[in-house]
T-cell receptor, first 114, second 108 residues
Framework: ETAVFQTPNYHVTQVGNEVSFNCKQT?????MYWYKQDSKKLLKIMFS???????VNETVPRRFSPQSSDKAHLNLRIKSVEPEDSAVYLC?????????????FGPGTRLLVL | QQKVQQSPESLTVSEGAMASLNCTFS??????FRWYRQHSAKGLEVLVS????GEKEEGRFTAHLNRANLHVSLHIREPQPSDSAVYLC????????FGIGTRVLVRP
């Protein structure tokens, strides 16, 4: 049963456009994450929020910005997308931060930048 | 920084035969590993979390951790075609570090 929801499923855009991805979890977790899965299927953490506070910010380009309105929602905005941003973006949540607890993932948003 | 490598890259097994996947890591002081499964167009599903040397079973999935050998494995008992997916090993340190995955195909 899906408890981490992501929209949209798929998005095609052109270089230079701005995109926003939404993530919502209904598990009552305090911590949420964004991951990027590249064409080689390697998953890497981008950001982590705990109770709406940013706690992990890996080295990602400044055009990426996470946005959290409450602890159940964590959106990702990309200003001026570039071709290398084409990937699957996965949202996840966990009860405890810093990988002390199992993370549950959403189905992902596939981004294609033309 | 912890590095996680998985083998084989792909694996084909017959339905009902045991499937074995391997994962090696670089830092033997770690003790928090997870196996995830990723079906096409779906999110990751956690299968087993293991925190100490030895064995941990969750249904048909069994993980073995041997920190001295820097190795954690996953065994799938009686695999079914619906188990066909990419299996990801992950180390849970201050962040989740994933391997590249093993693509498993279970033939009827």
């Amino acid at each position: 049963e899906t408890a981490v929801f992501q929209t949209p499923n798929y998005h095609v855009t052109q270089v230079g456009n701005e995109v926003s991805f939404n993530c919502k979890q209904t598990l009552g977790h305090d911590t949420m994450y964004w991951y990027k899965q590249d064409s080689k299927k390697l998953l890497k953490i981008m950001f982590s929020y705990n109770n709406k506070q940013l706690i992990v910010n890996e080295t990602v380009p400044r055009r990426f910005s996470p946005q959290s309105s409450d602890k159940a929602h964590l959106n990702l905005r990309i200003k001026s997308v570039e071709p290398e941003d084409s990937a699957v973006y996965l949202c996840a949540s966990s009860r405890l931060p810093l990988n002390q607890d199992t993370q549950y993932f959403g189905p992902g948003t596939r981004l294609l930048v033309l | 920084q912890q590095k996680v490598q998985q083998s084989p890259e792909s694996l084909t097994v017959s339905e009902g035969a045991m499937a074995s996947l391997n994962c090696t890591f670089s830092d033997g002081t770690s003790n928090n590993f997870r196996w995830y499964r990723q079906h096409s167009a779906k999110g990751l599903e956690v299968l087993v979390s293991i925190f100490s040397d030895g064995e941990k079973e969750e249904g048909r999935f069994t993980a073995h951790l041997n920190r001295a050998n820097l190795h954690v494995s996953l065994h799938i008992r009686e695999p079914q075609p619906s188990d066909s997916a990419v299996y990801l090993c992950a180390h849970a340190g201050n962040k989740l570090t994933f391997g590249i995955g093993t693509r498993v195909l279970v033939r009827p």
